[in-house]
């Protein structure tokens, strides 16, 4: 019987959670149709899909990591960008392939996530100031170690086959595995967790915050490297930015991280933080598809960020007004009788 | 008494004053302090305000000023964040270079709030690696610290695009992908626009019929339209946007997938540079062989695409094109803004060509004749047109020196 | 007790009230050495030009951070306000270049500003929704609708036969005026008032304020529209002075406030410990220093590893005064 209803809640769960991504892909399917497009190209257009799901996927969970924990990383951006220079210089002078390039470009974030994690924890400042002076240096080494000039794989083409179909599934098969995992069957993931909803109980129980957030800073800059990887393994090359203009990357993985916090009360945030991914993912295909103009897909992307963070901050003040206002409609039946 | 605390705070405020220090270190100049040059020429102060920090072709020009022009004119350079197209940013620009003791602007932007600053501070400035829209030169031509522009005119752009088109049809190109680059974009450039005007109309000449967009695909600026067969014989497919900016064009490798799919293309006729990034984007859905051209620079880039069979024509920038703008300033720092002014004391608009290249063995040719250690236009040359040192110099010979071309500079050269 | 504390209140000494009267000295510190570094980059000659530039370039950031101060006071920020800068500079210069004058220029800034305020407002009082990430939303959608006033443009201008009269408000003694006059009636509100009380009650405990009787929902709306007049102020000041509006102005403006108000010593928890000074000392700071770099030449890459290392090297002093034990964390969502 237990197990009966297990997985029927399993069912239902997982019935739930791909609802939003199978809603929204059935509403552009629709809309491409009534508008005679094809929802997506015959040749390259699922690469490209995939390529933005992983894009922001990877983005999405080094941003929900630090959200969660009540940090939030301007830096993010940077750090991609520095590791992508860094990483794509060493394999061309190396003569690396794509596997041992993406090995390199994990090493890299991880110790500039870990250089971010040391200055957050010896000043103790809120961590968007120390994150705004991480962006400002890191912004700057890239340019400088590079003179400017970035750096570009485009003529190796050993180093170009990371964003075909298969491996871009296996990293993001891989990156979710790993989340899950650590997340849910490590004590650095019970520990995160105990901190997120409780700071002062979980340190005055004598966890120890410090360590937890030093790691959490190299998986966020490990996490944000597979973005500088995925980036250049696409396109080809990475310029270097000037002037804090890598924040802007952080603001564009929360829409998913927001849609995944809505599925994730049916299913495990990192699965639901994909789901997410997914869903704008089509969205903004769809947009593309049907012809949307730039300005139009970014202020319908922001009216849906708003009406989510509307339902998330008021959905159980509107269930509890629908309670109130059932439980009248009872109790004036019952005096009426 | 003393716990990690104490200590910790003790440093702070010392630490804080060290950090200070490379302030001191890098007093002057923080690039190769100039060796050799004429040391009883004038020293010139020259502020600059690039375009971008990070395109190839402003490094390749900020690398011609700091390494070569510095010390061979007496020249100290000093640089501001490129203000992309944000008015107040470039004004910012124009006044910290005027407290840094800047005599003159070589800005390589045009915003008419920045260049009237300027003249409100008394500094020279001359628009150099392009001339200016007509509007925004008509707002600026009579301010009297307003030398004018000089580079590549629109026509030339236009000109690029065109000849671009023209080569490739003439040589059998049969399957065409148009990419208007910055055209509808929120930073669009009339230089992408006239030479995506120029190639239009060669495949207009060669009988593609053109449909000009319509408002629901104009994103801003003049956007792309469609191509048709027509009596061509070619097809044509067309795309435009930013490849690897997600911030700028977000949706660009889901249009540009879009515009490719299910297509082969023996051909991309670009309106700028970027052929490394669109031939990567291009394998990536299994389309390879295509031939280029660009419209850009001479830069390692190129010689890099040349060299790997990507690029086949390219129209473009030099390193020391910049040359004829230093000048123009160097004459009106000493007095002698007339031979650098129209006649009627407006800003003039001298034109100062591009360069091509058919070929690697062509491009390699033309680097030759602007090596860093002797660019196209060096010390000698560059020299015949100061007044200081020449006042026989008139309007006409300096318009004359602007518009050097290849050829011309290789027989001076010689 | 410390033995410390002990010896010094032997003799008739405080130590404790010392150090926190140097702890609160600490932004006005990291000034003065921003000043003598000036100093010595102009050989100790600044003349009237360098005073007048540094006002030109000041103003705008010294208003729009005082604003921003009574936001972050509440324990939030506000990352629209650059865009929201651009958006009332762009529908300033659409109703003077339509005949409405400079006081009409004046009057639409400051009312869009504060509409785009009051918008932020509601959205955070009304329907509780967390400020910070909210703002980011409507960043985006600033940032459209810009593009969507501008109508397939790269900018948009005075007309050139109207634009004297803006022209003569590029002086930087009436900036001076605008910016003093804001920063006295912002100190007065925010020190001498119960807004300003109320502000720090909010920021510091909201479920003390709550139960006091602080009314959150009017709190933050007047707070947003204060914030909102400065971001219209400084975009009337901004059309004084580029004359045109693109779909990159005050793209950094955002950023840049809120880097100066850390610098100028303001707690971003906001509460008891904000000041209303932050904003001036910051921008000031701000500005010095990229003028100093500037002047010593010092303006690749490199710079902005210079910037980061002051940067933090000065907010991790000033911070003395408000951190605390646990690691700094803040509510998100």
Known sequence: MNDANRVKRLLKNAGLSLAVPVATLALMLIICELKGVPFWAEQGGFRAFLYAVCMSAFSAFALGLHLFAGRFDFSLGATAVLAGIISGRIAIETGMNSFTMLLTFVGVGAALGAVSGVLYLLFNLPPMITSLGVALAYEGLGYGISSGKGVNISLVPELLGGTGITPMLLLLGAGLVIMYVVLNFTRFGFNYRAIQFGQKIAVDTGLNEKTNAFVCYMMCGALVAMVGFLRLSYNGTQTAQLSLGTSAAVFSAMLPLFIGGVVARFCDQNIAIVLGCITTAIISQGLASIGVTLQQRSLITSFLMIAILMYSANGERVKAWLAKRRLQRVAAASVAA | MFTKLSIRRALALPLALMTCLPLFAACSDDTDTPSGGDTTAPKYVIGVIPFSDTAAEQIEWNNYLNDYVAAALNVEFKFVPAPGTDSDAAVRGVEELKLAGC??????????????????????????????????????????????????????????????????????????????????????????????????????????????????????????????????????????????????????????????????????????????????????????????????????????????GILQYLVGKYPSSMGPSVVALINAIDGHADVVKAADGTGSRLQGPFWNAGSLEEFNERMALDAVANPAFNKEIMENYIVRLHPDVTRETFAEFAALDYDALAKLHK | MSAETVTASKKGIDLRVVMGMLRRLLPFAGLALLIVLYLISTNFRPTSLHIQTFIDQVATMAIMSTGAVFIFSLGSFDISLGVGAAVSVCLGIMAYNAGAGVVGMFLVCLVVGMAIGFVNSVLSAVFRMPVFVMTIAMMSVLTATLQILLGGKTDLRVTTTMVEPIKALDNPYLRLGFVLVFFLICLVLFNFTKMGRRNKVLGGNPKVAEQTGISIAKQTILTFLISGSAVGIAAFLLIARSRAVTANTGVSLGMDVMMAIVFGGMPLAGGAYSKISAGIIGSFSMVLLSQILTMQGITTGWSQVYKAVLFLAVVFVASFSYREKMLSRAEMF
Do not use: C
């Open chain 2, 103 to 308: 005599q003159g602007i070589l800005g390589v932007v045009d915003t008419v709030a920045a260049i009237e600053k300027a003249n409100e501070l008394g500094m020279w400035y001359v628009r150099g690696g392009g001339l200016s829209t007509q509007e925004n030169y008509d707002a600026v031509k009579d301010l009297p610290y307003y030398l004018g522009t000089m580079g590549p005119s629109l026509e030339d752009e236009y000109a690029a695009g065109y000849s671009a088109a023209q080569y490739f049809v003439a040589n059998g190109s049969k399957d065409i992908l148009v990419y208007g680059a910055l055209l509808g974009l929120s930073i669009p450039s009339d230089m992408h626009v006239q030479r995506f005007y120029g190639i239009r109309d060669a495949l207009i000449e060669a009988g593609a019929v053109y449909t000009e967009p319509t408002s629901g695909s104009v994103v801003l600026g003049p956007g792309i339209g469609e191509f048709a067969t027509g009596t061509s014989g070619l097809n044509i497919s067309t795309i435009y946007g930013l490849a690897g900016y997600e911030a700028i064009d977000p949706t660009f490798n889901e249009r540009f997938t879009a515009a490719v799919s299910g297509k082969s293309f023996d051909t991309i006729l670009m309106s700028a540079e970027g052929s490394q990034d669109v031939n990567t984007l291009l394998s990536g859905v299994g389309i390879t062989g295509a031939r280029m051209n660009e419209v850009g620079a001479f830069t390692p880039t190129a010689q890099a695409s040349f060299e790997a």
